[in-house]
């Protein structure tokens, strides 16, 4: 961390003169190229809701490990969310349902149940609302170093499964009879992505999470003429959205999560016209 202070010391930028800036936007540049990525998975497998039901199972995760007076309650979300991800993989492909219809049903069980395990006994739920609204100014060193271990681990699981995924999502029988292990690859595609949601919850919060992992793909999909140019799209508008949205709520003394989200609705709207007007 301390080469990373003493960049930060050499840049001519006000707001880099405080440390918990420079660990934001440290932690803003590892949660770019983490949400670009997964982003276009998600958007591609059509799973745009999946992770917004597994930020309510992490807040549910939470709550547990609150009640259960552990230190470190993320750990519980994080235990939380890949069981749940593991269990809606599992019925997915045990059920002839829909998976938006599956994904309404486990979304407002982990609601439910997050709320109800947050009030147990008359418990105050104020207590959980940075889990709600977020906050990366708050973020450590610690939970830096983790974020950069997740972010190495995704892109090695996108080098290797980005393809597969992909013809998985467009036509999961030709990727079964081309020898591709389908559960095996969304198993560990929604595990990937209840991970980052479990780690990025206190950061960015759960109202605008899923917009950081939904966002960025969709305003690459709108200008993007191929494959490889929608990743890059996804991860520098998701990197751009960032540093911008970081800006925006030092200067404004806004929320950074939602300088963000708003920013990367305006890349969306932008990139929206410009598709239109190649159309």
């Known amino acids: 961390m301390s080469v990373w202070y003493g960049f930060c ?7 880099l003169h405080w440390d918990f800036m420079k660990n934001a936007l440290l932690a803003l540049l590892l949660m ?6 997964l982003s276009t998975m998600i958007v591609t497998g059509r799973m745009s809701f999946f992770s917004d039901a597994l930020g309510h199972s992490a807040f549910t995760g939470i709550a547990i490990g609150v009640i259960c007076g552990m230190a470190f309650p993320t ?14 993989s599992w019925v997915r492909g045990r059920s002839n349902q829909a998976a938006d219809t599956l994904i309404g049903v486990f979304s407002s069980s982990a609601v439910a149940l997050g709320i109800f395990v947050a009030t147990l006994g008359g418990g105050s739920f104020t207590k ?3 889990y709600l609204i977020g906050d990366i100014l708050s973020v450590t060193p610690e939970q830096i170093g983790l974020l950069a271990v997740v972010l190495l681990a995704v892109i ?3 080098v290797l499964y980005s393809n597969r995924l992909t ?3 467009i036509h999961p029988q030709l990727a079964a009879s081309r020898g591709i292990p389908v559960g095996l690859s969304q198993t560990l595609f929604v595990t990937a992505i209840a991970v980052v949601v479990t780690l990025s919850i206190s950061s960015v919060g ?8 939904v966002l960025p793909a969709a305003a690459a999909r709108n200008v993007a003429g191929n494959l490889r140019q929608y990743h890059l799209l996804s991860v520098l508008f998701a990197l751009g959205a960032g540093i911008g949205g970081l800006t925006v709520s030092y200067y404004l003394g806004s929320s950074a999560g939602a300088a963000i989200s708003l920013i990367l609705a ?12 190649r159309g």
Not at 32 to 37: D, E, N, Q, S, V
Not at 206 to 213: A, G, M, R, T
Request: glycine fraction near 6%; charged fraction near 10%.
């Open 9 to 15: 010391d050499l840049l001519p930028l006000e707001m």
């Open 32 to 37: 770019g190229p983490l949400f670009g990525l």
């Open 75 to 88: 750990l519980a979300a994080v235990a939380f969310s890949v069981v749940f991800a593991l269990l809606f």
């Open 128 to 130: 959980y609302n940075q």
């Open 156 to 158: 090695l699981f996108w």
């Open 167 to 169: 013809l998985t999502a």
């Open 206 to 213: 759960l109202l605008i999470l899923n917009s950081l992992l």
């Open 266 to 277: 305006g890349i969306f709207a932008v990139t929206f016209c410009l598709r239109k007007r």
